[in-house]
């Protein structure tokens, strides 16, 4: 399961260059990126994107019976996030719950 569900971006004409986290499940999509400017290097990024796969995954398998309700969650989640960089806080990835 190395890369599953995670794709590398490094295209010369954008300014991004990643790693991205997409995970679907109940007819939701959950999407996250990992800058390597953010981390400091594609490792760093790349180690960051597993962790976030992998505590999705994790928290998924003990949601299993309520699935669409933790996905609505963590997209709400990840909406906050956004929210925050675009304000200028910082926040960590895992998600408390």
């Not at 010369?12 to 991205?20: A, C, L, S, Y």
């Amino acid at each position: 399961m190395k890369n599953r569900n995670i794709t590398r971006y490094t295209y010369e004409n954008t300014d991004f260059q990643g790693w991205r986290v997409s995970i679907q499940r109940c007819g939701r999509i959950i999407t996250r990126y990992f800058s390597d400017l953010q981390y400091g290097s594609e490792e760093e990024s790349y180690r960051h994107a597993v962790d976030y796969r992998d505590e999705v995954f994790e928290q998924m398998a003990k949601h299993r019976h309520d699935l669409p309700e933790f996905m609505d969650a963590e997209l709400a989640h990840l909406q906050d996030l956004l929210r925050q960089k675009e304000s200028g806080s910082t926040a960590s990835y895992r998600r408390q719950g």
